[in-house]
């Protein structure tokens, strides 16, 4: 490959049409401007210019030369003058995260972009562990995972909670333990996790493994897929309860309030010694002063859909199997 040095060297004498100027704007002697044209021709195996005297013309091939070098150090100028400008309200933002919280995730940051066009948010659904691999292999800049990272080389920070809860079908009166068993479990790639937890929680004298429960179906696709069987009757399942309020199918569920309220935690992970540009930055200030709005209008809607059942969310949290 070509010195870059001899390149630029070459551009400023094609500009300048003289040694002797081309040596006195780049502090150098004219022997090392020739030196470097002839580095250049014999490279490119063909004459770049024409001397005459004292004088000299461009050849063909040295005046597509000289366009190319042109263009080549103003595109490598405006990149230069990017990386400096480092704007938080502008340049490409790579995440990723598991469906329920993602869903969240996307939608806060396509309101962002809707103010600042000059952002581009490239957003992928993805498993935790897909996630972390992303994340170290620096296919993405940020992921959003909803366990904790046991890496050394990534840097996790607590970023989010979401609370867990139960979705079961519409018509379905109360929930008890006997009811939970007859329904089944409609299962995903976290319903285990999420489910477990909940009813050791929630029902510490009957819980003993999901293994109790017979599996009535399963999806690895987000939210719509995992709960339209819920919706269908056939079977209960346990997300992040901002996943079940986002369900276009809400009227078709029941969201259970739990008495002892399960919570996930949410990890911002990026890659350890990895600089992220200013809008990274900005972008987390941002959710930062929004996210107890969220986690207000997430309480809110839970209670709504309460009460349109008619049973106070208090009642129906005393409900024991």
């Known amino acids: 490959m070509i010195n870059p040095v001899f390149l630029r060297t070459f551009s400023v004498l094609a500009e300048e049409r003289s040694f002797t100027r081309a040596a006195e704007a780049l502090a150098m002697s004219q022997p090392g401007v020739s030196q470097h044209l002839k580095a250049l021709e014999d490279y490119y195996r063909t004459p770049l210019v024409s001397r005459e005297g004292r004088h000299f013309e461009l050849t063909d091939a040295g005046r597509r ?10 595109e490598h100028d405006r990149f230069r003058t990017s990386l400096a400008a480092d704007e938080p309200e502008r340049g490409l933002c790579r995440f990723s995260s598991p469906g329920s919280f993602g869903i969240k995730m996307y939608t806060f940051l396509l309101r962002i972009n809707k103010q600042h066009p000059g952002l581009s948010i490239h957003f992928a659904y993805a498993p935790n562990a897909n996630v972390l691999k992303d994340v170290l292999e620096e296919r993405i800049d940020v992921g959003f995972m909803s366990q904790a990272v046991d890496e050394a080389n990534v840097h996790a920070e607590a970023f989010a909670e979401e609370r867990l809860c139960l979705a ?4 379905t009166k109360g929930t008890t333990w006997a009811q939970l068993k007859e329904l089944g479990f409609i299962n995903h790639p976290d319903g285990f996790h999420h489910a477990s937890r909940i009813l050791a929680k929630n029902f510490p004298s009957d819980y003993v493994t999901m293994e109790d429960f017979q599996i009535r179906g399963f999806s690895n696709q987000i939210v719509s897929s995992i709960l339209e069987p819920v919706a269908m009757g056939l079977g209960f399942t346990a997300l992040p309860e901002s996943a079940c309020l986002s369900f276009a199918g809400r009227a078709k569920i029941r969201i259970e309030p739990l008495p002892k309220p399960v919570i996930d935690q949410i990890y911002w992970v990026q890659k350890r010694g990895r600089q992220l540009p ?4 900005y972008l987390k200030a941002e959710y930062g002063k929004v996210y107890k709005n969220l986690a207000t209008v997430d309480a809110s809607l839970l209670k709504s859909t309460a009460a349109t059942e008619r049973l106070p969310v208090k009642a ?3 409900r024991k199997g």
């Open 65 to 74: 030369l000289a366009d190319y070098t042109r263009s080549l150090f103003a």
């Open 168 to 171: 079961l079908p519409k018509g």
């Open 278 to 281: 200013s809008r990274f930055a």
């Open 316 to 318: 129906k949290a005393r």
